[in-house]
């Protein structure tokens, strides 16, 4: 099919489908038809921002979020949609923590996955148990971005929350005050790191290293289990959503990939949006996960494989509000590279992959008098692209059948000079992917392919293709060889 524009709603093919998703600026929501093009008219969104602290600080009020996402149903129930809704499905960012009691209040704020105040306890974990095998078991590292150093560092700062509480992640806390039920998708309980990447159950070594148990969480339901509300209050507040079934909350990551076309193992997709990431879906778990990467289950038969970064549209935003400067730059990112560009290892809240040390924190390196606001914007931007490059570089044996590369998010969309840059310290083709609200339109389409597995997709609409400048591989190769030896030195070190 065509590629994905939007449509009015007498062009749109039933059934309709209600797509929600919570990131990290905001919550969105949208109506998609059958082949998964938006409903023009049919969207909405509430802006938000996590709470940080200079203490490693990340989260958000969960109560909020549900008030934003009830907001977006409020004003997508419009009447001229009659009976068309046959499925509401939701994503959250991954690797989300709330504590909640026996009610389903929460007691604890929703820890977002930049949140590394527990980075000591993911120290001790680390010599506690076998790395090694709790790598090739859950697929994740022993890391703060994961739920059992959070569990630690909450039993030692907040016992009795810790000892009272069940742990839910932002997605069934949303559910449950509006469904009544609950339960966790898939790919959400993967993002934990505490589930078994081949077989599906909780990691038992885990839990018993954080004195929990699987009945504190939430059943697991793969994606194409669907809910039901339990009570009538979602059809008295939303008329149009009350024939809906409600899909199990899936990760942003996961619906992602699926919105930017890279469904198979022949396409990866680059993430950059606040966060970042790269990602290969596969049929079937790897037999070996790479060293710093990460592999999650998503349902009963496909993983997706790759690794995530904490900072690209993060750093963008720190030039601009700390630095003062703007994000209007264009030329500054497509100019002939300088050796004289600052050197700048970009961990602003902690990195992820490769190298996990949540601890980490932004170097700048060769700036000095004559180093201008251009230089500085620059340097970062390629220090962005270099920690992807790390990722890929890990990933290329053990998918090697991924030629293309697929890039959206923020960044890509008010940056896409950027994607230069990229292609050029990847040393392969970057196409952008153009559509908007690519992660919202794969969560519609994860529901989609429950709904209506007989309709032809639309494909997304995609921009330019960045090709890798030949003459700049020695400049990103000396750079990336010095990037691995300043955080050997001052992060690993």
């Not at 010599?127 to 039993?155: C, F, K």
């Not at 909350?249 to 992602?256: E, H, L, M, N, Y």
């Not at 290892?345 to 040390?357: D, H, I, N, Q, V």
């Amino acid at each position: 099919m065509t590629a994905t524009t939007s449509i009015g709603l007498a062009e749109a093919i039933d059934p309709l489908v209600v797509a929600l998703d919570v990131g990290s600026t905001g919550t969105r929501g949208g109506v998609y038809d059958a082949t998964g093009r938006p409903v023009r008219g049919l969207r909405h969104k509430v802006p938000h921002a996590f709470t940080t602290r200079p203490d490693g600080t990340s989260e958000i009020d969960p109560a909020q979020v549900l008030r934003e996402v009830a907001d977006i149903l409020d004003a997508l129930d419009d009447s001229r949609l009659g009976a068309r809704v046959r499925g509401v499905a939701l994503d959250t960012f991954a690797a989300s923590l709330v504590g909640v009691d026996a009610a389903g209040t929460a007691v604890t704020a929703c820890l977002t996955y930049a949140d590394s105040r527990s980075a000591a306890h993911a120290a001790a974990l680390r010599e506690e148990l076998d790395v090694r095998a709790v790598h090739d078991r859950t697929g994740t590292m022993i890391h703060p971005s994961y739920h059992a150093p959070r569990l630690r560092w909450l039993a030692a700062t907040a016992p009795d929350v810790a000892r009272s509480s069940s742990w839910w992640s932002l997605g069934e806390y949303v559910y449950f005050h509006l469904l009544g039920t609950t339960a966790v998708g898939t790919s959400t309980a993967a993002w934990t790191g505490l589930l078994d990447r081949r077989t599906g159950a909780w990691d038992t070594e885990l839990l018993e290293a954080t004195r929990t148990s699987p009945e504190r969480f939430s059943p697991v339901h793969d994606p194409g289990a669907p809910l039901t509300p339990a009570t009538g209050a979602v059809a008295r507040r939303w008329p149009t959503l009350a024939g809906a079934v409600w899909f199990p909350v899936v990760s942003d990551g996961f619906a992602s990939n699926v919105g930017a076309g890279a469904v198979d193992a022949t396409s990866i997709a680059a993430a950059a949006a606040t966060s970042g990431a790269l990602r290969v879906l596969l049929d079937a778990p790897p037999e070996k996960v790479p060293d710093g990467l990460w592999s999650y289950r998503v349902d009963a038969g496909r993983s997706l494989l790759g690794g995530a970064l904490n900072d690209v549209g993060r750093a963008v935003t720190w030039l601009s509000e700390t630095l003062r400067i703007d994000g209007t730059r264009g030329a500054v990112l497509l100019a002939e590279p300088s050796a004289t560009t600052p050197l700048v290892l970009p961990y602003l809240s902690g990195e992820r992959a490769p190298g996990w040390a949540g601890d980490a924190r932004a170097v700048l390196t060769g700036v000095g008098a004559a180093t201008t606001p251009d230089d500085l914007y620059r340097g970062t931007l390629e220090g962005v692209a270099l920690t992807y490059a790390r990722v890929a570089d890990r990933l290329a044996p053990a998918a090697p059948r991924a030629d293309r590369i697929v890039a959206s998010g923020r960044v890509a969309k008010d940056l896409p000079e950027w994607l230069q840059i990229l292609a050029d310290v990847l040393g392969r083709p970057v196409t952008h992917v153009t559509a908007r609200r690519s992660t919202l339109r794969g969560t519609a389409l994860i529901a989609l392919d429950v709904l209506a597995p007989g309709v032809a997709r639309s494909s997304p609409e995609t921009g330019a293709t960045y090709e890798p400048v030949a003459g700049r591989s020695g400049y990103y190769a000396d750079r990336g060889a010095r990037f691995a030896a300043l955080y050997d030195a001052l992060v690993r070190g």
